[in-house]
């Protein structure tokens, strides 16, 4: 791997708090809003019959996309959803899928809690209703390290986005082992000759839905925006590099990309795969999928959690051959991904890190190799330095973990898309909302960019926003809907955002909340950090 995590947060630990505060499932439903056939829509599945949105427009929750991959179906490509008769409430969210949380006041704990394997649905919100015109679409991934997390929270459905004019999707894929499991028998029924990423297809699923439905709730089908952030920012950028990069219009990746770490192929997945396999004790002479998938969920998942690193299955995307045809990295290095509009950055801090500097050196050579010398130089660690700080980007091993995770990483990959002639915009996220102690971490730009504020919870900050706050929340929206809207973040009354290509430049939604532009973000680091990139890709070949 490229980097080491060493006391990184998995994906969406910081702000998932709030939206695991702030989560109400079926509560959400029938009693809270007026229900008339109205908003009754009829689907190629059924019909469905939505309810009121408070602040005007409509809501439609807990919509089925596949049919649940459940037993059989467990692991298995998601089959369309079975069409219904009469007519479907859509007046509550669903439950997440299936994840681990060790202990109550894990981020995703209530998610867990609430899990189950029957999780594939997706949620529409609208601003008006009925729609007078087609609106754009933007079609939101969840993040949580593709093993956590969940789409239908009021975080990412209740807030002000779609008031801007766009028609919101939210959808729930597979997580974990469900959803990334790979094994020779799973590859050997494949009609594709493929396991794993069964997350991902369930993501393509739930877009070829959208694209075959929305226009009946008020959305554009020719005009589709996927965005995402951590791990939903990875997989947006997965499906610009997969086998539906043809599908989606323009993408937003937020705080993730999937050049932080080459993805595992196929061979090794399985092999992974069979040595979890072979703990689970199969008995002589049986079929070890099958044995698996027999087994509960909630077994499988303390298996999973059980295991030692040497015997643990793969539980994140990998090249399989069929939905990742080859690696990520080399197909953005060569220009070959979705040629459509990309708006990517990262924000200051991002996961941080609590290595001692004797630990980051040590990582900083295994990763950087014959580069580390000018990696340590820039780090402040060379000669038995203990790191330079730095007022905006934190210690030495906070500038770490934020560059090669995440910040070098979308400026690379906003290079690469730029110079393959594709519209690019950069940002990086600076703003310490009231609350947070070490600086703008990772998914910090969440309510800012979905216009939603959550009053309890672990993390409080959004709850104690100034009028500063609302203010830069109001200017991203905007950016981020009229991106959606026409492929350029820009309008009148706006800092203007420049093209990735004037000289890398990018906008800084700044400490202060004011937004201003700049070029070459941490180019010393970032320049440095594409050499390592191209020497690991080659020596992957």
Not at 452 to 481: C, H, N, R
Not at 499 to 504: I, V
Request: aromatic share 10%; proline share 6%; glycine share 10%.
């Amino acid at each position: 791997k490229l980097i080491s995590k060493f006391n990184v947060h998995r994906s969406a630990v910081v702000f998932f708090a709030i939206v695991a505060s702030a989560m109400i499932f079926s509560s959400l439903g029938s009693g809270a809003w007026a229900q008339d056939d109205a908003l009754i829509v009829k689907t190629a599945s059924g019909q469905l019959r939505g309810v009121t949105r408070p602040k005007g427009g409509a809501k439609f929750l807990g919509i089925p996309y596949a049919q649940p991959p459940v037993g059989d179906l467990r692991w298995r490509e998601p089959l369309p959803v079975k069409p219904w008769g009469g007519v479907r409430d859509a007046n509550a969210f669903r439950a997440a899928c299936v994840q681990w949380a060790d202990a109550e006041g894990d981020w995703n704990w209530s998610f867990a809690k609430a899990g189950n394997e029957d999780c594939l649905y997706l949620n529409i919100v609208t601003p008006q209703w009925p729609v007078k015109k087609p609106l754009p679409v933007m079609f939101w991934i969840h993040g949580g390290g593709n093993e956590g997390g969940t789409a239908s929270t009021p975080l990412f459905n209740d807030g002000t986005l779609v008031d801007h004019g766009v028609l919101l999707v939210t959808l729930n894929y597979r997580l974990g082992i469900f959803g990334f499991f790979a094994h020779p028998g799973l590859t050997r029924e494949s009609p594709h000759h493929a396991s794993g990423n069964y997350g991902l297809m369930d993501q393509i699923l739930a877009l070829r839905w959208v694209i075959a439905n929305i226009a009946k709730f008020g959305g554009d089908p020719h005009n589709i925006t996927i965005f995402g952030q951590s791990a939903g920012a990875l997989d947006t950028s997965l499906m610009m590099a997969s086998l539906a990069r043809e599908l989606p219009q323009k993408a937003i990746v937020e705080s993730g990309t999937p050049l932080h770490t080459l993805l595992t192929s196929l061979a090794p997945a399985e092999k992974a795969g069979e040595a979890f396999a072979a703990q689970m004790k199969v008995p002589a002479g049986e079929d070890a999928v099958k044995f698996l998938r027999q087994m509960p969920a909630e077994d499988l998942l303390k298996a999973v959690n059980a295991q030692d690193a040497q015997h643990h299955p793969t539980t994140h995307p990998i090249i399989d051959g069929w939905v990742i045809a080859r690696s990520p990295a080399e197909v953005f290095a060569s220009g070959q991904e979705s040629a459509i509009p990309l708006l990517i950055g990262s924000n200051a801090i991002e996961s941080g890190s609590t290595a001692a500097p004797d630990e980051l050196r040590m990582t900083i050579q295994k990763a950087a190799g014959d580069f580390a010398p000018q990696s340590l130089a820039l780090y402040g660690l060379a000669n038995g330095g203990q790191g330079t700080a730095d007022p905006l980007y934190g210690t030495a091993a906070d500038q770490w973990v934020a560059d090669t995770r995440y910040r070098c990483a979308a400026a690379t990959q906003a290079a690469w898309h730029s110079a393959a002639h594709h519209p690019t915009y950069e940002y990086e996220f600076q703003r310490v909302s009231p609350g947070e102690v070490k600086g703008a971490g990772h998914s910090a730009e969440l309510p800012y960019v979905f216009g939603y504020y959550p009053k309890s919870g672990q993390f409080e900050a959004a709850a104690k926003f100034v009028d500063a706050d609302f203010k830069l929340a109001d200017e991203m929206e905007i950016y981020w809907t009229n991106f959606a809207k026409t492929g350029n973040p820009n309008s009148d009354g706006l800092p203007h955002w420049p093209g990735f290509e004037q000289g890398q430049a990018f906008i800084e939604f700044m400490q202060d909340g004011r937004i201003a532009t700049a070029t070459g973000l941490r180019a010393s680091q970032c320049n440095l950090y594409r050499e390592v990139l191209v020497k690991h890709m080659k020596e992957q070949q």
